[in-house]
């Protein structure tokens, strides 16, 4: 990877529809395109996340903890540079997993993280693993951009299909040209009441899972405002944008379970 310019893609394991929403709270532009079969993926349009002096893989961990809170599903960053190349996978409350590799290929993470990274996508525990392991060993021909296809093509027999010319190794600008030649649909920020709305709806609709009024709700809404409090502060103090959306997603999420919550539980009193 000579040279290499950034580049990040942001998958997710739902359909397009599920991913909107949570992409809107990013508050970065972003270029949504199916990308098999209950896959999509995001393409950042723009340069700003480029530009704030924070490294590619912290902004796109951030974002996917934002998504994966969003959509209730799993969400992989990936990402390279001229230095490095690597993936985080962001999965409900639970630490996001990644890997680094340097750009000639050699690896830097822990073999403990594939498996962790397989387990948690649903791959096969025996034949994926196998296949990711590899990924882990030293080998003197494979660089940091091959080591990403190698990912993706064990993604490929859990039904990513990614659009040609979205690849690792090509440059935003390109990635952004071809995810517009493709169709992809743009998904911008448009404000905080369109955002409450969509989110009220996908409490309502059940994409961030079942949620009726009770117990229940208000203890996993709690928790989530609980939680999303001290990513915040962490990203304030580090100038981390992508962990303080995430932060405040699911500090946002925590909110507005506990509204509807409240609102759904009211008695409605018919008009005398």
């Given amino acids: 990877m000579n040279a290499t ?4 893609l942001l998958l997710c394991r739902t359909d397009p529809s599920a991913v909107r929403p949570a992409a809107q709270l990013l508050r970065e532009q972003q270029l949504l395109v199916a990308a098999g079969d209950d896959w999509s993926v995001l393409v950042p349009d723009g ?3 480029q530009q704030a002096g924070e490294p590619v893989d912290q902004v796109l961990g951030g974002w996917a903890s934002a998504v994966a809170i969003g959509t209730n599903r799993p969400a992989l960053a ?3 540079d001229g230095d490095r190349a690597g993936f985080t996978l962001a999965s ?15 690896p830097v993470g822990e073999d403990e993280a594939m498996r962790t990274f397989a387990s948690r996508l649903g791959l ?11 990924l882990t060993l030293p080998d003197p021909v494979a660089d940091a ?3 990403l296809f190698g990912l993706l093509a064990v993604l490929a027999r859990a039904g990513l299909d990614l659009p040609e010319g979205l690849a690792p190794g090509e440059a935003a600008g390109r990635l952004r040209s071809v995810a517009r030649a493709i169709g992809a649909e743009t998904v911008e920020w448009s404000g905080w009441r369109d955002a409450v709305r969509a989110e009220f709806h996908a409490v309502e609709e059940g994409l961030l899972g079942p949620r009726r009024p009770g117990p229940t709700v208000r203890v996993v809404g709690l928790v989530e405002m609980a939680a999303g409090l001290p990513l915040v502060a962490w990203g304030l103090r580090r100038g981390s944008g992508g962990w303080l959306v995430a932060g405040a997603v699911l500090f946002a999420h925590g909110a507005l379970a506990l509204t ?3 609102i759904r539980e009211q008695p409605h009193t018919s008009p005398r």
């Avoid at 310019?5 to 990040?8: D, F, I, R, S, Y």
């Avoid at 096969?124 to 590899?134: G, I």
Wanted: aromatic letters at 16%; hydrophobic letters at 40%; proline letters at 12%.
């Fill in 5 to 8: 310019p950034v580049g990040a």
């Fill in 47 to 49: 340069t700003p996340w």
């Fill in 78 to 80: 990936v990402w390279w």
């Fill in 92 to 106: 409900g409350f639970r630490r996001p997993v990644g890997y680094v590799w340097l750009a000639d290929g050699t």
């Fill in 124 to 134: 096969d525990p025996v034949l994926d693993v196998q296949a990711l392991e590899p």
């Fill in 145 to 147: 951009q091959s080591r």
């Fill in 260 to 262: 509807y919550d409240r």
